[in-house]
């Protein structure tokens, strides 16, 4: 796809149908992923966990549900990937890296016709100890920054309704 059209189809979707992704549209967006730019060269600092797995998915949302009165902050998409930090992460490069992996990754959703929403909410809400995170098994030091949220959406691809209005200061 042009990149001007990856552009403007990319938007937040939350409404997915049960079809899953496919396991070359999930390699793709890993591939996409590991093709980000990341601060000090430090790829040991991060982590990507890849969930399909139906019973962590229904856990967070059912914890949403239960501890903060949300239980749709992942939209019942079928796949998640969360942006992870390591034990070797350079702290004050955590938020821009993670953010710079999330996009590569929602642009390439929009590239290959799927659709995804990056997620922040329901791992702040949550915290480190909750349950999803148990089921996960993730390494020691293993913990999500941010997520992306993957699928196919319920509505047609239409391109998205505006651009965002951010200051453009020149001199
Ligand atoms: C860092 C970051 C965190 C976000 N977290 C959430 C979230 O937890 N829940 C959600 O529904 N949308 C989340 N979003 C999506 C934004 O709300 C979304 O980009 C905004 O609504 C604009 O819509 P658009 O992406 O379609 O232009 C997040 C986006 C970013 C960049």
Redesign the pocket.
Known sequence: MEFDTVLSL???V?SYTEEPVSEEDIRALIHAAQESSVGHHNDKGYALVVVRDPSVLKRISTEGGEKAGKPH?I?EAPLLILICRTKDVMENLEGFDA?II?EHIHLKASDLGLSS??????IRLLGKDADYLKMLKLPEGVTPL?AVAVGHSQLSGKA?KED?HFAVIER
């Open positions: 990319r938007k937040s939350r902050m939209y953010g999330a929403v990056i997620l922040f909410g329901f941010l998205r965002r």
